[in-house]
């Protein structure tokens, strides 16, 4: 069974930065590419990705602002966000698909806001 937990959620004013992370409990982490999603109403488009080789990759809206990378002796990914915008307030959730299944976290907010 897989488990992941996000922290590194909270208040920022615009321009800020925080940092994100997605702790991987299970086995095998070096293997699993991981994703960054961000939750609307109705909902969750992918904020950012690294492959298991530590290639990353990002939505045009934040593409520059955040940086994703992966540290497997930790089993952590880490979501740099730099220049943070009230619209990049909102619910985060990191995933890994295994197979045909899809892990979650609980989710970490992040709210910008002057």
């Known amino acids: 069974q897989v488990q992941l937990v996000e922290s590194g959620g909270g208040v920022v004013r615009p321009g800020g930065s925080l940092t994100l992370s997605c702790e991987f409990f299970g086995t095998r982490f070096s293997e699993h590419g991981m994703t960054w999603y961000r939750q609307y109403s109705t909902s969750r488009p992918m904020v950012a990705r690294i492959s298991a080789a530590g290639n990353p990759s990002y939505a045009d809206a934040v593409k520059g602002r955040f940086t994703l990378s992966r540290d497997n002796a930790k089993s952590t990914t880490y979501l740099q966000m730099d220049n943070l915008k009230p619209e990049d307030s909102g619910l985060y959730f990191c995933?890994?698909?295994?197979?045909?299944?899809?892990?979650w976290g609980q989710g970490t907010q992040i709210i910008v806001s002057s």
């Open positions: 995933n890994v698909r295994l197979t045909d299944t899809d892990f």
